[in-house]
């Protein structure tokens, strides 16, 4: 029997500087689209671009890897930005009437792993203005501002509100000139009595420097009428007499004269001349989409061209009947008529174009558009207007996110085929046109190994991203429908042929333009585990509908049948009977597959529930495939099934619903409604039950009891076996190790369930292993098929979830993986000391002793305070100040969102992190490591936070940018440097939104000194992917009472400043 001996431990001064040098928290970048965009801007001098969003965030973009972030204190939406060209500085105005001024600046030197470190340029909040109400008018309605306007010269902000005044701002200051307000009342005496009417002329709706005369400035109001305003003269030049209701103005470059767009769906041109003080009707008026009613053209720019007549662009303008759901931007230029149409809204747009006062045309390069949901550009000056790809903001969730997955140090042969394969799939697009937002430069040194993040979707689709540096770029996309029968299987290049036609035929003349697309053909075919081989560039991707697809690269295009292998996982066990969704019909036809990852074998798993586990191992060519019902050994080289086995409990009924069952969560909450009532009912009594089984669990819970705890641990609450879902299969792990004695290896396969049933089997795969097996695949290795025999069955006392195995070598580091001993890529694991295996549960981490099974050290993790184990990783950290030193490290994140770091494998707490807010379910749910200490979890749908535990290793945006004024640094009120804000993340660790940050930067944090060991962690496989669906367990954390969550911070503050260790003989 284990015994545990406390020993008080003091604070080791060299292990604490180890620990500065290989551990320090950092959120470094944000990857992705910002999250529900509302406002959009260029510096047309510094060539950057600023988005504002609705959550109070403004993100600067230049060339990739230039990137800036700020947030207001506020959660307040951005509703405009404004530059100050070539000053790097902005104006933001929010949705709540406030105006703020933010400046590029020089951040503070940051100590990282001991090592200091120069500060880039970071994004800070300077000064911010809120106008004041008119006197006499309790309504602040009327000094509600609609428009900003900043003159050329840069000294003058120019307001417009809903009242119909306009205000002006000195620059930089922000104090407001009074004496030159112009109130609506000045410009309406100066209105023909006809046109006046006694009407309002309603909120200023446009403003608009013009372009060759400082000064003067075009003021248009939303009834219709636009006045052409001398700032120094303080008078109206010339009145435009609009009668409909205005929505925007843009000058022609010359200055003589304006378009105007309207309500109606049309636009006008009006002429500026210096005779005429009234002008009641414009030179032409065009509904472009009329007769019949149309939607209103919000904006409209006019851009001048020497090669030919002017480059119209506008917004909005369609049929209401027919396209007003469509989100639509039109290009005119001559006979060239095209209708940009979009899956999503239309925020804004701007054009790059020359801006230089001798120019005499505007001759636009390129048309920028914000859409809610991605970013566009246009590339003007091809035939055509072809889409520019983008190197960043590429929309992760054109269809919505399942699984992720990261590959580190991907070898460069594999690197350039998938380059290749990607810019064959662009080649359609043909432009060769650079990307036009270019400013700043990038000071961050090339990356020393390319890192790959892949993405598994909702429509089937896996996308490959460079994950290597601050811009996550699209490199290739696989699709995987075409392997079954869908309700799109018309052949790809006629629908491409009849589109064209369609398209020259109908009118408005629409084109599809961008990625984003929602909807899903069936969801079914969505993705929910990848694993990739980067040494014999297999791939696996395992689906919604029981789907497991066996695909191998290959540069060529290729027509060939899908071999297709059915694997009934409930081995014709009686009393369940499937009520899910059906699988997919698979092409027994050869298909056409384009180059790239293509399919080579097709696992059907029966019934076919969802995948939620998968293992690959590419040098004995298996796959271990899991369920809801069991898992699956699969040899794809000889196409045959090797092992089945079902995992399912006796009242697992539940797990014949299949996650697209209606009933089901109606069922599950009913259930345990009764439950709770029954428990309840029953909690102040004592029920004897004489059952055998009721017999071991008395047994077992005297003796936790009897058992002690370390008081930095919290004892497990043991779980029913009768649990619905008891039979999920959570985690697979293939290993070569000792199984059946301590002197003969071989390759094993590991499993997990929900239930704490962990499986082990002994595999005999021909050429691999020792003994006998070698010697039967000497005599006929073709002829042989691979066997599998278990070996070991552990159930787990508490029933905890099993989410991670881990076998450890003789030295304690982790196996390495597939072709990395056999190619000399990693150095061969010790097969000379007795092996052990680390299973984490979701309460609690153990090493066993193999091939015995025997517990050497566990640490215990709480059940009762809801903390639980989520996602598990072993990660190598390197030393940031010694090149020769590293050490492993598992890594837990837990569903309060915090990190725990444990050596191994002695499981020895070493520090502890707030990564992800505890109310935030899918971010924790979406998290994904590496293996050099990073990860990446969703902060949106269409977002990923990037983190670092690593003190050496840090993605993190490091660019400098050329301005007109010289760069200042930041400090706070005492002298002292604040921490950089604009690098990449602009959440603090209470969730909050600040546009700047007082707290010092995330310092060690050490459990034995401040922090309490009792914390759950969480566990993810090793294979490092993980899928966004949401858990019962998931739900339950986030639903706990106030009470609970009291007690729980009265609990961790009772076990601050215990120092105990364990022993464990």
Known sequence: MMKFRFRRQGTDPQREKIKQELFAFNKTVEHGF????????????????????????????????????????????????????GQGRLLSLLDDNTIHLWELVVGPHREVGGAKKEGGVCLKQVDNYSLPGRPGIESCSATRVTVLLL??????????????????????????????????????????????????????????????????????????????????????????????????????????????????????????????????????????????????????????????????????????????????????????????????????????????????????AALVVLLEEELVVIDLQTPGWPTLPTPYLAPLHSSAITCSCHISSVPPKLWERLINTGKAQRSRLRTHMSWPICGGK????????????????????????????????????????????????????????????????????????????PYSDDPRLGIQKISLCKYSNKLVVAGTAGQVIVLA????????????SVVDLLQDREGFTWKGHDRLEPRLKPAPFPPGFQPQVLVQCLPPASVTAVALHTEWNLIAFGTSHGFGLFDYHRRNTVL???????????????????????????????????????????????????????????LAEQEEVAPVQRRIEPRSADNSLSGVVRCLCFADTFLHDGTHHGPTLWA?????SVYAYALEVPGVGSGCVCERAGASEGSVCVEAVLGKEIQLMHRAPV???????????????????????????????????????????????????????????????????????????????????SEHALVCLTNLGDMHLFTIPGLRPQVRYDCIRKDDISGIASCVFTKNGQGFYLISPSEYERFSLSAKVLTEPLCSVQLDRPLESTATSDGTAMHPQANGTHRNQTGQAEGRTEEPPYTLSSPILETPLDSPLSCADLTLDTTGDLTVEDVKDFLKTVDEAENNLRNMKEEEGRSTGILIN
């Open 34 to 85: 910002p999250n529900q965009p509302s406002a959009l801007a260029f510096d047309p001098k510094l060539q950057l671009m600023a988005i504002g969003t609705k959550s109070g965030a403004i993100k600067i973009y230049g060339a990739p890897g230039v990137e800036f972030t700020g947030l207001h204190k506020d959660t307040t939406a951005v509703t405009q930005i404004h530059f100050l060209p």
């Open 151 to 364: 003159l050329k010269s840069c000294d003058l902000l120019c307001i417009g509100t809903e009242g119909g005044g306009v205000y002006f701002l000195e620059l930089p200051h922000l104090m407001l000139k009074e004496n030159q307000t112009l109130l609506q009342d000045q410009v309406t005496q100066s209105l023909p009595d006809d046109y006046r009417c006694g009407k309002s002329l309603g909120p200023v709706e446009s403003l608009q420097e013009h372009p060759q005369q400082p000064g003067k400035i075009l003021i248009g109001y939303s009834r219709g009428l636009v006045v052409l305003w001398d700032l120094s003269a303080r008078h109206a030049d010339q009145l435009f007499l609009g009668k409909q209701q205005l929505e925007s103005l843009v000058w022609e470059r010359s200055g003589s004269l304006f378009v105007s767009s309207h309500n109606d769906g049309g636009y006008s041109v009006w002429p500026v001349t210096s005779g005429n003080s009234y002008t009641p009707q414009p030179v032409s008026s065009t509904i472009p989409y009329g007769p019949f009613p149309c939607k209103a053209i919000n904006k409209i720019l006019w851009r001048t061209s020497q090669t030919g007549s002017p480059v119209l662009l506008y917004s909005g303008g369609m049929p209401r009947a027919s396209y007003g759901d469509r989100h639509c931007l039109t290009i005119q230029q001559d006979k060239e008529h095209v209708t940009l149409d979009f899956t999503s809204r239309v925020i804004d747009f701007f054009t790059i174009h020359n801006i230089e006062l001798d120019k005499e045309f505007d001759d636009p």
């Open 442 to 517: 990038n000071l961050a040194p090339p990356p020393k190994q390319q890192e790959l993040l892949l993405t598994g979707h909702e429509d089937g689709t896996v996308r490959f991203w460079d994950a290597s540096g601050v811009a996550l770029t699209p490199l290739y996309k696989l699709g995987t429908a075409n392997v079954f029968h869908t309700d799109c299987d018309e052949p790809h290049d006629s629908s491409n042929d009849h589109n064209m036609q369609q398209e020259e035929e109908e009118w408005p003349p629409f084109r599809k333009v961008g990625c984003f697309d």
């Open 553 to 564: 690269f290959n540069d060529e295009p290729s027509d060939h049948s899908v071999d297709v």
């Open 644 to 702: 089945a086995r079902c995992t399912l409990h006796p009242n697992d009924s539940l797990a014949m619903e299949g996650p697209l069952s209606r009933v089901k969560s109606l069922k599950k909450s009913l259930r345990q409604s009764f439950r709770r009532i029954r428990k309840s009912r029953v909690s102040g009594k004592k029920r004897t039950i004489t059952t055998p089984t009721s017999k071991v669990h008395e047994a077992n819970a005297a």
């Open 752 to 756: 997990g369930t929900n239930s704490g």
């Open 803 to 885: 989410v991670s195995i881990s076998v450890l070598d003789g030295r304690g580091k982790p196996l390495p993986d597939p072709y990395e001993a056999s190619q000399d890529l990693a150095i061969a694991p010790d097969m000379t000391n007795a092996h052990s295996v680390l299973i984490a549960s979701e309460e609690q981490l153990k090493v066993f002793s193999l091939p015995k099974v025997s517990a050497k050290t566990k640490f215990k993790l709480t059940a009762h305070e809801g903390c639980r184990v989520r996602k598990v990783t072993l990660v190598l950290f390197n030393s940031a100040a010694q090149e020769d030193y």
